[in-house]
Nanobody, 127 residues
């Protein structure tokens, strides 16, 4: 079974940077996708960024130009570099993984296709 675990959350101020990491185990298939999602108690889950195993990336409009998703295919570690953080980025960030390829764009908006989810890591941005 594929398992993922996030790390790297914390409390920062507006304009600061933070880098999240997600380690995947059991991900032995040649094609897969991983992604970052976020959710607060008052909002529905939101796709932040997704990446195919070939390196193709997709971003939510709200984070384009500020966040960068990357994947270490050898170590099976997913990253999310978050720059110029804003208070509205405050949320619990979840890592997810799914098998196969060619669906990460749709998966960004729906979450469909992602079958393994982490427990989340809290990111808090104060003004």
């Amino acid at each position: 079974a594929v398992e993922v675990r996030e790390s790297g959350g914390g409390s920062v101020q507006t304009g600061d940077s933070l880098k999240l990491a997600c380690a995947a185990t059991g991900l032995t298939y040649p094609r897969y996708a991983m992604g970052w999602f976020r959710q607060t108690p008052m909002k529905e889950r939101e796709g932040v960024a997704t990446i195919e195993s070939d390196g193709t990336t997709f971003y939510a409009d709200s984070v384009k130009g500020r966040f960068t998703i990357s994947l270490d295919n050898t170590k099976k570690i997913l990253y999310l570099q978050m720059n110029t953080l804003k208070p509205e980025d405050t949320s619990i960030y979840y890592c997810a993984a799914g098998l196969g390829g060619g669906w990460a764009h749709l998966g960004l908006t729906s979450g469909n296709g992602f079958t393994s989810w982490g427990r989340g890591t809290q990111v808090s941005v104060s003004s």
